[in-house]
């Protein structure tokens, strides 16, 4: 199943590319009492893992994310497990006049029936927070 959420954004590329890359900026970037904690040594780049905690409706959620994939400026891919689901992010930064256009591609990849019909369930609410955390994202780089 897949989602799509795209933003331009009156901020530089190397700005925006920053925020979605970087675990520790991302969370400022997203409210909600967000935390990063690093599973490895390197804080940046392909083969890094993170550990990020976020507070949905007034419960802790956490995810271990690594990167995949790190082209600086250009995009960055973030792959977590959830329940046996694997959830594959790709931020993808593009310049656009004097601002960027910042695309968030999202996939999950259940192969069980049950998780596949959870998918559908969940459908709306994924696409609805990927939507706010987008708006937060640009708000962010905007100030």
């Known amino acids: 199943m897949r989602w799509i959420s795209e933003r331009t954004i009156e901020a530089t590329p190397d700005h925006v590319f920053r925020t979605v890359a970087d675990p520790e900026e991302f969370q400022k970037a997203i409210p909600d009492g967000s935390t990063v904690e ?3 040594p390197n804080h940046s780049g392909v083969g890094m893992k993170f550990r990020s905690t976020r507070v949905n409706k007034g419960k802790p959620a956490t ?3 690594e990167i995949t994939e790190f082209v600086p400026g250009q995009r960055v891919r973030m792959i977590n497990v959830t329940h046996g ?5 790709l931020f993808s930064v593009r310049p656009d006049g004097s601002g960027t256009v910042l695309t968030l591609t999202m996939d999950a990849l259940p192969d069980r029936l049950f998780a596949k019909v959870m998918m559908r369930l969940i459908r709306g609410m994924v696409q609805k927070a990927l939507e706010k955390d987008m708006d937060s994202v640009k708000a962010y780089c905007e100030q």
């Open 38 to 40: 690093y599973l490895t």
């Open 63 to 65: 995810f271990e994310q």
């Open 85 to 89: 689901t694997p959830w594959d992010s």
